[in-house]
Structure formats: structure tokens, C-alpha cells
């Protein structure tokens, strides 16, 4: 394989375990069977965001910062600092805020996460699902 061939290869692969790991992340707590992973892969993503944040800029993402090496090497630039904001961008047309797209993803992993300990608290507890 070319390197080219790599590089494109790798794009594909971090664009579907991206967008599988956020899907996860938005509804994981949904099934008993999956919660606790989800509650883990929730944690990490937190941990990423403001521990990794705190050295690296809130809000990072390794798979990010991966995935944009990848794209520069692809001969793309003026890659914005969010992953979910560069995708709608290519997939609406529209140039969607950062502020907005940045409320957005927070938001919806903190009902993530809020949903996950809760279900797993009640999950721990032995109570029977509503």
C-alpha cells in the first residue's frame, strides 16, 4: 500500500470510530447490557476534555488531533478545533458556529453522562427498569 493509500484508509477508519464513539457516548446508557461500558467511555471523554484539556486546550480530543495530522498529510488545512463542527460543515454545506456546535456537543454529553450514572446507580441498586 502507498502511503497515500494509508492515509486514506485511515481517514475512513477515524471518521467511523469517531462518529461510532460519539453516537455511543450520546445513547450507550440506553441498554442495561452496555451502560457500564458507556459510563466509561463517557468518563474517558470527560477526562479528555477538561484532564488533557487543562495541558493540550479545553476540550481535547486525541482522535482529533490524530485524525487532523491525517488530513493534513491528505493536503487539508484550516481544520477547525472541533471534529462534530468540521463534519456538519461537510454534510449541511453551512458554516456552523463553533460556539454553538461547542454548546451543542457539551450539552448533549452532560444529559449523556447524567443519564449513565443515574441508570447505573439504579442498575447497582437492584431496582427493576421503568
Request: with cysteine; hydrophobic share 50%; aromatic share 16%.
Amino acid at each position: 500500500m502507498t502511503d497515500l493509500a494509508v492515509y486514506h484508509f485511515l481517514d475512513a477508519f477515524f471518521v467511523a470510530f469517531h462518529t461510532g464513539l460519539i453516537g455511543f457516548n450520546l445513547i450507550g446508557w440506553a441498554w442495561r447490557k452496555t451502560r457500564r461500558l458507556h459510563l466509561l467511555t463517557i468518563t474517558v471523554t470527560f477526562l479528555s476534555w477538561y484532564g488533557l484539556g487543562a495541558v493540550y486546550g479545553w476540550g481535547y480530543c486525541p482522535l482529533t488531533d490524530w485524525h487532523w495530522d491525517v488530513k493534513r498529510a491528505l493536503g487539508e488545512s484550516a481544520l477547525p478545533a472541533s471534529w462534530v463542527k468540521y463534519y456538519l460543515d461537510r454534510l449541511t454545506g453551512l458554516d456552523w458556529s463553533g460556539a454553538v456546535i461547542d454548546g451543542l456537543v457539551i450539552g448533549s454529553a452532560l444529559g449523556g453522562v447524567a443519564m449513565s450514572l443515574v441508570l447505573n446507580l439504579r442498575d447497582s441498586l437492584g431496582r427493576p427498569a421503568a
